[in-house]
Structures are given as C-alpha cells and as structure tokens.
C-alpha cells in the first residue's frame, strides 16, 4: 500500500468520478458533515472534497474548520491552489502521516476519508490514531469508491474500526460500488 501517484491527480478532479460516485456535496451528506464541526480530511490529494468540506462546516454563519493531512508535499501544492482559487480560509493544510497524525487528542467532531485506507501500510495504527483525535461521540467516516485500485470493503473498515473500540454508526451507498460507513466515538 501506498499513496497514489501525485502525477495521476488530475484523474481525482474529472467529472466522470463525480458522475459515476456522486457528486462531493452527495458524499458529505452521507458522511453527516454538519455546520460548525471541526472536521480532520486525512489524504485529500488535490482536494476534490475539500472546498465542498470546507464550505459545508462553515455554512448558515458557524464557525466550522478543516485540516488537511496529506502525506505528499506536490498534492499539498495542488490543494493549496485549489482552496486559493475558491477564496477557502478555513482550512489548515499540514503534512504528515495519517499513521502518527501530529495532532491533539480528542481534537476532531469529524474524520473524513475518501479512497485513503487502501493506502494506509499499517491499516490499526492509523484506525488507532483516527480514534485517539476523534472527540468523544465524533464520527469517523470512511468513503469507498470501486474506482480506487486499493478499494477496501465494508467488512474491512468495520473490522478495524471495532478494534480500536468505534461503534458501528451503519453504512449508506452501495457495499460494491460506493459507499459511506460511519462510525462513533
């Protein structure tokens, strides 16, 4: 496992991913990205999600957060420019490693992953990780998409989610083309 190749990026952004897995407004419903939460993306890439994230926690006037933690110093630029672009200034964008996430405990309402845990080598230590940062009753939320060569199954991410003690918040989508499970502090 590792993470995608920063040079197949622009395949992140295409229309085509939004038409066949939903658009990101869709994908954040599922996930129950609400306003005012203090959300952690954990290997946005380019940020396909991100500006939609961003404006999402901050809508009806709440003072809604995001980070970013990207492992690749090239996506962090792509993302950077992104979120310049669409004038998006909740958003603090660190690199590192979703295996040793360089954050508080107990920081986030929200965990926001799409097509990351395939890439992940050490899939407990990074669930473990996600459940340390998490505040109690947050939501860690993991998006699947066919599309993705390390596309991860439901059974998977349920199984490491209940071993560092997540609850099973249940799953919305479809198990073998694109889903949302979610699960609680």
């Known amino acids: 496992p590792e993470p995608m190749p920063w040079r197949l990026a622009p395949m992140l952004t295409t229309r085509w991913r939004s038409r066949l897995f939903g658009a990101p407004e869709r994908v954040l ?14 290997g946005p890439g380019p940020g396909m999600y991100t500006v939609a994230l961003a404006k999402r926690v901050a809508s009806s006037g709440e003072d ?17 420019e992104r979120l310049r672009a669409a004038e998006i200034r909740n958003v603090e964008v660190i690199q590192g490693d979703g295996q ?7 920081t986030f309402d929200l965990i926001f992953l799409v097509d990351v845990v395939g890439e992940i080598p050490d899939k407990f230590a990074f669930f473990a990780e996600c459940a340390r940062v998490l ?11 066919i599309s993705d060569p390390d596309f991860q199954l439901p059974s998977t991410v349920r199984t490491l989610a209940s071993a560092v003690g997540l609850q099973d918040g ?9 889903y949302t499970s979610r699960f609680r502090k």
């Open 135 to 145: 505040k109690p009753g947050g939501t860690l939320a993991v998006t699947e998409q």
């Open 100 to 106: 040793r996430i360089p954050l508080p405990d107990a």
């Open 29 to 42: 419903d599922r996930a129950g990205v609400a306003p005012g939460m203090r959300a952690l993306e954990v």
């Open 170 to 178: 249940g799953l919305a989508g479809l198990p073998w083309w694109t």
């Open 64 to 80: 809604g957060r995001v980070t970013c933690l990207e492992i690749q110093p090239q996506m962090i630029e792509m993302l950077r």
